[in-house]
């Protein structure tokens, strides 16, 4: 083992960066099971207690996971997005160093309901444009986007590709957000989302509801569909 640690760190910190480089160096892989405390305090000439420290911490930012009686082992990654900027899923994967791409499950035009309307303040059957696209993350699938457009705001929103650029990337580029709201929740997805998104029966859902504004009106509604189990969402101000 490769014990250096940065000069003054607390030894608790050296063994937690030890960790994380071989996870993310990809030497230790999710399922791995990682040396005992007594193993790295051996390895590190530290005590138990700041082995077990370093393995509490990694717990609780969800990198290990520790099973009574078996070990620690590294657990499954849980995605993230930010709330506090708009960015497009294919920009927040980029920036964790990781593969994008996506599948286009439906695109094309539908009415609006009249629950639809309200939330878009239109019409009740208005026509407006009906996107859903599946994304992944490397190549395990983390969103259901399943988005409405208001035709006023991006005329030709049906015509894209959006395999090759995100809907939120193109909304961005032809209708400049003016304002936005927002809420998360947990929710049962219907049949077919849990199929796609590879889910565990039963499993919940993180959806999180949005609604923006382009030029005083409100351009898109879009519900964003993720594996309760493997993402979470974070923020700062």
């Not at 290990?64 to 009686?69: E, S, Y």
């Not at 019409?123 to 444009?129: A, L």
């Not at 992944?136 to 929103?157: G, H």
Request: net charge negative; with cysteine.
């Amino acid at each position: 083992m490769d014990c250096v640690k940065p000069m003054n760190a607390p030894a608790y910190q050296g063994i937690k960066d030890f960790i994380l480089e071989r996870i993310h160096s990809g030497e230790w892989a999710e399922g791995d099971l990682v040396p005992s405390e007594n193993e790295l305090a051996r390895e590190f000439k530290v005590a138990r207690m700041t082995v077990n420290r370093a393995l509490r911490e990694l717990t609780s930012e969800q990198v290990l996971t520790r099973v009574q009686g078996a070990g620690t082992f590294v657990a499954r990654p849980k995605y993230e997005s930010t709330l506090v900027a708009i960015r497009s899923i294919s920009d927040e994967i980029a920036a964790r160093g990781h593969r994008h791409h996506a599948l286009v499950l439906e695109l094309g035009a539908t009415v609006a309901s009249e629950t639809l309307a309200d939330e878009m303040q239109l019409k009740p059957g208005s026509p407006v444009f009906h996107s859903r696209v599946l994304h992944f993350e490397n190549d395990e699938p983390v969103q259901v986007e399943a988005r409405w457009v208001n035709p006023a705001v991006a005329p030709e929103y049906a015509l894209q590709d959006f395999s090759r650029i995100t809907p939120n990337q193109y909304l961005m580029r032809v209708a400049p957000l003016q304002r936005v709201e927002y809420r998360i929740e947990a929710a049962q997805p219907d049949p077919a989302t849990s199929n796609v998104l590879k889910m565990e029966e039963g499993e919940p859902c993180l959806v999180l509801h949005r609604r923006t504004w382009s030029r005083e009106q409100v351009a898109s509604v879009v519900d964003l569909w993720h594996p309760g189990s493997r993402y979470r969402f974070t923020g700062h101000f």
